[in-house]
């Protein structure tokens, strides 16, 4: 597989008279690919009707006469003004019943028929003009689904649509009130047009009514975007992709996946360090200008998986961007780093956002790889360095790892729903685990919720899986390895009601969870080993044998055979003393890594990644500050 680098661009934000250079340049910096017509719909369509398209048409042929391959985006993500007087009530509302006005992007409400038809139609002529086009190599629909907390809509167009889907789930208001335990504070319906969207509601809704609205919302993004899938397919043989984010999880990623042909995502370490992660202040200290050194490689993992196999960076941080709380400088260095490793974990592509900085707009100050004034900024010289290392050393290898996580998108919505604890985060809790296993040093690949094969595994874990699927449940005997589920996994049914048996419900594993608490900061759970739970801990119940207990004589992990229930949150230490363990005990060799320090093997190459600002002696070799050091795997 060739790996390649490209560029973000919006010809339409530039003199036509600048476009010749600025293709040149990008072509003479090493860069192969160049998104452009994201948020173009205002200057393709100025009036409803009155089509522009010649202009597009004369930027693909500057941009692939020059030598570029396109990413076609589609404009779906930012509709313009016109687009309000036609479907006044087209934009989503957020949860206090607010619309979500025009004057940025993503106003629009993924379950209104209006704007879904008027998507279909600018996707259609799009696709006519260009789906046959020679220099558009790649589309990616609509931008970054989720940005901006815009998957849960509470319109009269979502609720109308919600009512459809659940009788179209649940079939009679019977079915739904039982599966729904809605006997409880007298919550019973008796026809599907009396349900409402849990939103406003004295105290909270029943978590059953919201949890069926995260998986309506989610359905909803599917559909929207398999709708210009269709359509696209219908005119071009080019790969689609879309653009996901960092720690998005309001729709099932997987389920828009599995229409697409890559996965990619838009990665903005320094950005997301300081607002989406939590992480100690000496932590974030440390990483302030490289970012946390496994965030990136957990949506790399992830999105591989979303796109099985196919993914790429859609959008790379190039320098300091304008939307975080506070918004430093990568070091330098950080931009290779950040390259590296997005091929060393299989990426084909990483594009940088953006070529030239924009002088007006909302991200004035989001650095380009060049200045506004079109001097080379620092990113640019990074850029063409790691072209440079692609063109002598290809990266061509991708190996399956050892190792694997399931991350799950409905659990997300469920600990969302009723967390119990403040601190009981999906994305947390499993992220917790994934840098455990970084710290060993290991590969890892993270396989969705209805993986059917475990064959090739060593080491397998599911943290707070809501429900263990019935095809991940068949597969468990698959696994030559280790399985280690909980805390939580299987604790609810689909429709969020505790199972009978209490759940997990194992095969071979005699155990329940016959009590759980959540504990806040500071508060831990002693186990006999000398490591903690924190967050949460459970006391179990049953007679499978105990692999590894509490200081208090209770069962904290129990086994059968290779199948593991653990019944806690293991603090960060313990986990990864807890996993070296249970590697060890099937031969997988394990490292102990200092905080800065990432390595990633594809087979062919091991690389090291110094994720910090000074150098690093490991190996008997000096690995130096904000670097990746590449040397043949052993
Ligand atoms: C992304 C988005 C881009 C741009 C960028 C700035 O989320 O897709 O259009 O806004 O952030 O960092």
């Known amino acids: 597989m060739t790996r390649s680098l490209g560029v973000c661009y919006y010809p339409e934000h530039w003199p036509e008279a600048q476009w010749p250079e600025d293709a040149a340049r990008m072509v003479a910096s ?51 003004r016109w687009m309000l007087d036609r479907h006044p009530d087209m934009l989503a509302v957020d949860a206090l019943g607010n619309p979500r006005k025009f004057g940025s992007r993503r106003h629009y409400c993924f379950s209104h028929p209006g704007y879904l038809a008027e998507c279909k139609r600018i996707v259609t002529l799009l696709a006519e003009r260009y789906g046959a086009h020679p220099n558009v190599a790649a589309w990616q629909t609509d931008n970054e689904y989720g940005c901006h907390d815009t998957i849960l809509s509470y319109s009269d167009a979502a609720r109308a649509a919600f009512r459809d889907w659940l009788a179209q789930t649940y079939q009679s208001p019977d079915a739904l009130n039982r599966a729904w335990g809605n006997v409880f504070w007298s919550m019973d319906y008796a026809s599907f047009d009396q349900i409402d969207l849990p939103n406003l509601t004295v105290t909270e809704p029943n978590p059953a009514h919201v949890m069926a609205f995260r998986r309506f919302s989610s359905d909803q993004v599917v559909a929207f975007n398999r709708a210009q899938v269709d359509i696209l397919r219908r005119h071009t043989r080019a790969p689609i992709a879309h653009n996901y984010m960092g720690r998005t ?48 490689a957990f949506h790399h993992d992830l999105y591989r998986a979303v796109g099985r196999g196919r993914w790429w960076v859609m959008e790379q941080q190039p320098g300091p961007v304008n939307w975080a709380p506070y918004n430093p400088a990568p070091l330098p260095g950080m931009v290779r780093l950040w390259t590296w490793e997005a091929f060393a974990h299989g990426a084909e592509a990483v594009l940088y956002f953006r070529w030239r900085q924009a002088p007006f707009g909302q991200e004035q100050m989001h650095a380009g790889l060049l200045r506004p004034d079109s001097a080379p900024a620092p990113g640019l ?52 685990w994934y840098r455990a296993l970084r710290r060993l040093g290991l590969n890892i690949d993270i396989l969705p919720p209805d993986t059917a094969d475990l064959s090739g595994r060593k080491l397998v874990l599911a943290p707070g899986l809501f429900t263990l ?70 006391e179990l119940e049953g007679s499978a044998e105990v692999a590894l207990a509490r200081a208090d004589g209770r069962a904290a992990m129990v086994h059968a055979g290779g199948l593991h229930y653990l019944g806690g949150w293991p603090e960060d230490d313990t986990l990864v003393a807890l996993l070296r363990d249970l590697c060890h005990a099937q031969g997988v060799a394990t490292l102990d890594l200092p905080p800065a320090l990432r390595t990633r093997s594809d087979g062919e190459s091991r690389f090291w990644f110094n994720h910090g600002a000074v150098p690093l002696d490991w190996d008997g070799q000096v690995l130096p500050p904000a670097s990746v050091t590449r040397v043949p795997s052993v």
């Open 469 to 538: 699927p019935d095809v991940l449940r068949a597969a468990l005997p698959s696994c030559p390895g280790t399985v280690v589920l909980g805390p939580r996994t299987n604790s609810r049914r689909p429709d969020f009601s505790i199972p009978p048996d209490l759940g997990p419900s194992l095969p071979g594993l005699d155990i329940r969870v016959a009590r759980a608490e959540s504990l806040p900061p500071g508060c831990r759970v002693p186990l006999a080993n000398g490591g903690h739970f924190v967050h949460w801990a459970e």
């Open 249 to 296: 999880t309001e729709f099932d990623h997987y389920a828009v996946g599995a229409d697409l042909d890559i996965a990619s995502w838009d990665s903005y370490p320094i950005g997301f360090l300081s607002d989406r992660l939590e992480a100690s202040d000496a932590h974030k200290a440390a990483f302030l200008r490289q970012g946390d050194p496994d965030f990136q």
């Open 381 to 432: 010289a990074e850029a063409t360095a790691v072209a440079r290392e692609l063109a002598d050393a290809p990266c061509t290898q991708s190996a399956p790892a050892d190792v694997a996580l399931v991350f799950d998108y409905a659990s997300a919505w469920a600990w969302d729903t009723q967390p119990q604890g403040a601190d009981f985060d999906y994305f947390r809790l499993c992220f917790a």
């Open 30 to 80: 090493g860069l192969t690919w160049v998104r452009i017509g994201e948020f173009a719909w205002s200057r393709l369509e100025p009036e409803p009707g009155k089509l522009q398209f010649d202009w597009l048409d004369r930027a693909i042929d500057v941009l692939g006469g020059a030598g570029l391959k396109v990413v076609l985006g589609t404009p779906t993500a930012t509709p313009p």
